[in-house]
């Protein structure tokens, strides 16, 4: 059973609106969240982490919201640009866990010009 | 360019035939962790190290074989090929005090395997 989960595959934004990617967790030993992103043909690459003891964390557009009573954290990108069309991955980790990270399926997104 | 190298990015396999998958790092990070990626089903990790000598299983190391002799390399070892193991494996590397530090992993480029 999925631990992390996106539960939608895609997102269609217009450029200059939000852009709200969310993903939810079930293992309650997860104090630590990160989002990737990925370009095709292309590894992932960090953008954004959160720690359980905070609820937001604010880079430039992007911010992530974290919920920890409903096991629910949110990615924001504000203002949306067509540069920002990728596959978003949300992955958690849990303190005894040491560096292991478990990724969610994934959400495509794509910001119309 | 300082990261973490894959090779090959492209690769197809008879069912039976075996195969090493190459990773090297050059910023001397403990941790490295090979992953595949499936549609719908994002990032599963298949063997990690956190550190030259010590390996790991992941959720999916069935069929795989992994060692670290040095800080460098963590080659992954593809047993006798099967078609459910066509996918796209990233190897990924980081300090061991890096994920929680905010810095994230570090992926390679990635190796497209089809076994046929």
């Known amino acids: 059973d999925q631990q992390v989960k996106q539960n939608s595959p895609s997102l269609s934004v217009q450029e200059g609106r939000i852009s709200i990617l969310n993903c939810d967790y079930t293992n309650s030993m997860f104090d630590y969240f990160l989002w990737y992103k990925k370009y095709p043909a292309e590894g992932p690459t960090f953008l954004i982490s959160i720690s359980s003891i905070k609820d937001k964390n604010e880079d430039g557009r992007f911010t992530v919201f974290l919920n920890k009573s409903a096991k629910h954290l949110s990615l924001h990108i504000v203002p949306s640009q067509p540069g920002d069309s990728a596959v978003y991955f949300c992955?958690?980790?849990?303190?005894?866990?040491?560096?292991?990270?478990?990724f969610g399926g994934g959400t495509r997104l794509m910001v119309k010009p | 360019n300082a990261g973490v190298t894959q090779t090959p990015k492209f690769q197809v396999l008879k069912t039976g035939q075996s195969m090493t998958l190459q990773c090297a790092q050059d910023m001397n990070h403990e941790y490295m962790s090979w992953y595949r990626q499936d549609p719908g089903m994002g990032l599963r990790l298949i063997h990690y190290?956190?550190?030259?000598?010590?390996?790991d299983q992941g959720e999916v190391p069935n069929g795989y074989n992994v060692s670290r002799s040095t800080t460098e390399d963590f080659p992954l070892r593809l047993l006798s090929a099967a078609p459910s193991q066509t996918s796209v494996y990233f190897c990924?590397?980081?300090?061991?005090?890096?994920?929680?530090?905010?810095?994230?992993?570090?992926f390679g480029s990635g190796t497209r395997l089809t076994v046929v």
């Open positions: 190290s956190v550190g030259a000598g010590i390996t």
């Open positions: 990924a590397s980081s300090f061991s005090s890096g994920l929680r530090a905010g810095y994230g992993y570090t």
């Open positions: 992955a958690a980790s849990a303190g005894n866990a040491g560096n292991m990270l478990t």
